[in-house]
């Protein structure tokens, strides 16, 4: 059986990739600190006995006992107000966390996949974004510790590809959305959708003519397995190109909850992307991907998922495990 160690195992994109590389035939190997993550999403995998879990910070030295063939690395905060709330933890997961998957896969002999982002683009002047773009990032804003991470994790790993010889993949992700997201991590979806269940008026950051493209997971999760089993060792944007503004986003969720609260507007956050779209003509060519859920049915998908959530889910304003690591 091959095997697989996924970061950020308990995490939104983590517990799906666990699913699917446990489907796949995977021993799955998961870890995390669960700053973020969330027990809940990967407990359905405890009873099956090749998965196993480590309550773990990559940020420090990180060993597992045996062999391992692919490091699936997806351990870091992912929300804006996630990384606002834990920034230094944010560049160190980005930074240190990755040096040390590389430093294992290095060990093991392992192919290595690390989780980029959109953020690389900053706040794009090219649209859409293509691989090509090289960006452009505040580095000393609010966002920067993210992103800078994150641009930072692309170098060091080209750099163990390049110099160590490493089997390395870099996928860049852009706005994903599903069941498992956490409904108070600020992102866009989880906010109007807890909104509306919750019965408050819709917040719409500046005047909503911002873009953003989102891509069901289940798609970012086929399009990450596909860039891992390639040999294709560049970054690759994986995301859906069907773009919206924010404003309409709104709308759409007031229609799909059918709630009759109003939109408001508050202010814009500092450095928030004014357009993001994805390029995916690499993804198209090289591992043959496009996304196939449609926003509409997608959305769907994740209004249920919420709508199953117990009230104090739904309550639940802050993360339990903030407060322990924010001062490191
Ligand atoms: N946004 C909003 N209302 C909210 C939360 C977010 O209008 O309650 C906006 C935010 O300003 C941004 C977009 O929605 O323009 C997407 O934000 P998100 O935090 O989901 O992710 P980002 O793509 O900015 O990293």
Known sequence: MERVLITGAAGFLGS??????????????????????DLKNI??????????????????????????????????????????????????????GTH?????????????????????????????????????????????????????????????????GLETRIVRIFNTYGPRMRLNDGRVLPAFIGQAIRGEDLTVFGDGSQTRSFCYVDDLVE????????????????????????????????????????IIFKELPTDDPKQRQPDITLAREILKWEPQVHRSEGLRITYDYFKSLTQDELNKVEHKNFDKYAKH
Request: glycine share 8%; charged share 20%.
């Open 16 to 37: 799906h990739l666990c699913d699917r590389f446990i489907k796949e035939g995977f021993e799955v190997v998961g870890m995390d600190n669960l700053i973020t993550g």
């Open 43 to 96: 407990e359905h995998l405890f009873p099956n006995e090749h998965f196993t879990f480590y309550n773990q910070d990559v940020s420090h030295f990180i060993h597992v006992p045996g062999k391992l063939d692919y490091i699936v690395h997806f351990a870091s905060p992912a929300s804006p107000i996630d990384y606002l709330k834990i920034p230094i933890q944010t560049l160190k997961v980005g930074s240190l």
């Open 100 to 164: 040390n998957c590389l430093g294992l896969a290095k060990e093991k002999k392992a192919r290595i996949i690390v989780a980029s982002t959109s953020e690389v683009y900053g706040d794009p002047l090219v649209h859409p974004q293509k691989e090509s773009y090289w960006g452009h990032v505040n580095p000393v804003g609010p966002r920067g510790v993210y992103d800078e991470a994150k641009r930072f994790q692309e170098a060091i790993t080209m750099a163990y590809h390049t110099y160590h």
């Open 223 to 262: 399009g990450i397995y596909r860039l891992l089993l390639s040999d294709y060792a560049q970054p690759v944007n994986v995301g859906n190109p069907d773009e919206i503004t924010i404003l309409d986003f709104a709308k759409e969720i007031i229609q799909l909850t059918g709630t009759d609260q109003k």
